[in-house]
């Protein structure tokens, strides 16, 4: 028989017109294509429900979606076109803090990396065309999958290390970003107006996070590809750790 492959748990998109979930197929392909098997996880306040359904998992994948709620960074809501999910937020502290305290892997992108840095006590721009003076897209329109700026890699990173470059062409659908990062991430990529777009954590196995979206393009762009092959890698052998009974993957 086969040995099983690493289970993803995906966070799910919010369709507040609908009270719905839903995804982009890009998410879980790109799993699939990586060798993991993705499956979607549901927004609970059941405390039964979220540790079963987490402990099914290998590795967690903080997708793009509403933005993070102001007040998780001590501030107040400045624009109208600020749209957050307060169950997405609650339901994603807790699964950040599990995947953290048991060192399972976890891969953010964009509204991912936000969520991650406010949760690890960074703050984010709210909107980065009001609060900066950048003059790059980051909100690009249709094909999503095209790259429409470089970011910067920096060197002795985790991500430099994988894909062996110093700058990369990227997609780019956001308005907010990092403004702070915090204390316990490292920058891994800026893009060229110095805006943060991709995130390790530090001590950890694979915590990464990028601002761009792999899920758009990985068919046509082998970095994009990379990213999720090695989550997926990691999360396999966060798989392996469990099965032979390694403390750092171990249950609660």
């Known amino acids: 028989m086969k040995d099983r492959q690493p289970v993803i748990g995906v966070v799910p998109l919010w369709d507040e017109y609908r009270n719905s979930i839903w995804m982009i197929p890009g998410y879980m392909d790109g799993i699939i294509k990586a060798g993991g098997l993705p499956v979607i996880l549901p927004f609970t306040d059941d405390e039964n429900v979220f540790n079963q359904a987490a402990a099914l998992c290998d590795g967690f994948l903080l997708t793009g979606g509403q933005d993070v709620a102001p007040e998780l960074y001590g501030e107040a809501k400045r624009y109208d076109n600020i749209i957050t999910c307060k169950t997405r937020d609650r339901f994603e502290t807790l699964l950040l803090d599990r995947a953290i305290r048991l060192d399972v892997p976890v891969l953010g992108i964009c509204r991912g990396l936000q969520f991650m840095n406010v949760s690890l006590g960074g703050t984010l721009y709210q909107d980065i065309p009001a609060e900066t003076d ?6 690009q329109n249709p094909p999503y999958e095209n790259p429409v700026h470089e970011v910067i890699i920096e060197q002795d990173t985790p991500l430099a290390y994988l894909l062996n470059k110093e ?12 403004k702070n990062l915090s204390s316990v991430l490292k920058c891994m990529a800026r893009a060229t107006d110095g805006l943060i777009e991709a995130v390790y954590m530090l001590n950890k196995k694979f915590i990464w996070a990028v601002q761009w979206h792999p899920e758009l393009s990985y068919k046509t762009d082998d ?8 989550f997926v890698t990691y999360a ?5 750790n469990i099965i032979s009974g390694g403390k750092a993957y171990g249950s609660v």
């Open 236 to 240: 396999n052998l966060s798989k392996l």
């Open 134 to 139: 950048s003059t790059l897209m980051h909100r």
């Open 167 to 178: 700058r990369l062409a990227v997609n780019s659908c956001h308005h907010q970003g990092i």
């Open 223 to 230: 970095s994009s590809s990379k990213i999720f092959d090695i």
